[in-house]
T-cell receptor, first 112, second 113 residues
Framework: GDSVTQMEGPVTLSEEAFLTINCTYT??????LFWYVQYPGEGLQLLLK?????DKGSNKGFEATYRKETTSFHLEKGSVQVSDSAVYFC???????????FGAGTILRVKS | KAGVTQTPRYLIKTRGQQVTLSCSPI?????VSWYQQTPGQGLQFLFE???????NKGNFPGRFSGRQFSNSRSEMNVSTLELGDSALYLC????????????FGPGTRLLVL
């Protein structure tokens, strides 16, 4: 079945550092790919998405490019802030349905 | 537009009891999905409803059930609660399957004692 693998955390960075969180997926056909973020005590917020190969999703300085050849959707940000501290989830939906399949999540801690 | 709302936000129950959780989707959204989040299993899909019909179901026992009303509001029910049902239950709505982006509510945190 479909699956998503994320790099394990926690990832600890200093403010203004460059962020990469790796995400790879296994799916048949052409899934849609998502990054969601969860702040403490809250639900999931959609951060960005890409629905076809080579699409780049971007939002709030975060970017991720849908790479079908490497089945990857790595999240990047050029300069992180303390307020970016949260758990980040990579996820996919298959082309056939609306069920989200999530990775295990990566905790990001940004120190000032 | 108001976001997805879930009630109650927190709930404490004892083993063997049953519980009903409610979800109101974003206005105009007709698809509602439910997910369970636990530290051990992560985020797992429970079921999806569209036009009052269950479209998809995850791998959970029959104690977990749901329904959707004509106004797209949804409820999920867990009967005969077990300690392992303690979790954050998240509801997500989307305009219409199969390709609608899902937007999540704040969740209901259930503690089973």
């Amino acid at each position: 079945g479909d699956s998503v693998t994320q790099m394990e955390g926690p990832v600890t960075l200093s403010e203004e550092a460059f962020l990469t969180i790796n995400c790879t997926y296994t799916a048949t056909g052409y899934p849609s790919l998502f990054w969601y973020v969860q702040y403490p005590g809250e639900g999931l917020q959609l951060l960005l998405k890409a629905t076809k190969a080579d699409d780049k999703g971007s939002n709030k300085g975060f970017e991720a490019t849908y790479r079908k050849e490497t089945t990857s959707f790595h999240l990047e940000k050029g300069s992180v802030q303390v307020s970016d501290s949260a758990v980040y989830f990579c996820a996919l939906t298959s082309e056939y349905g609306n069920k989200l399949v999530f990775g295990a999540g990566t905790i990001l801690r940004v120190k000032s | 537009k108001a976001g997805v709302t879930q009630t109650p936000r927190y709930l404490i129950k004892t083993r063997g009891q049953q519980v009903t959780l409610s979800c109101s989707p974003i206005s105009g959204h007709r698809s509602v999905s439910w997910y369970q989040q636990t530290p051990g299993q992560g985020l797992q899909f429970l079921f999806e409803y569209f036009s009052e019909t269950q479209r998809n179901k995850g791998n959970f026992p029959g104690r977990f059930s749901g329904r959707q009303f004509s106004n797209s509001r949804s409820e999920m029910n867990v009967s005969t609660l077990e300690l392992g049902d303690s979790a954050l239950y998240l509801c997500a709505s989307s305009p219409q399957p199969p390709h609608g982006t899902q937007y999540f509510g704040p969740g209901t945190r259930l503690l089973v004692l």
